[in-house]
C-alpha cells in the first residue's frame, strides 16, 4: 500500500507517515493503537484502502 493510500486511511498527511517511517516523528497514542491493529489484521487495512 502506498504511503499517499495509508495516509488516507488514518486521515493524516503522507509526510506523517514518511516521518514515522524514517524515525522522525512517532505516532500519537491513537495512531500507535490503530498501526497495531492494522499490522495483525492486514487484511482490514486492505479491504479499507479498497
Do not use: H, Y
Not at 5 to 21: D, G
Not at 27 to 48: F, G, K, M, Q, T
Request: charged share 20%; aromatic share 4%.
Amino acid at each position: 500500500m502506498s504511503q499517499p493510500v495509508f495516509a488516507s486511511l488514518l486521515n493524516v498527511k503522507p509526510a506523517t507517515v514518511r516521518a514515522w517511517e524514517q524515525g522522525q516523528r512517532t505516532p500519537d497514542d491513537a495512531a500507535s493503537r490503530l498501526l497495531e491493529i492494522l499490522s495483525n489484521n492486514v487484511e482490514i487495512a486492505d479491504e479499507l484502502a479498497s
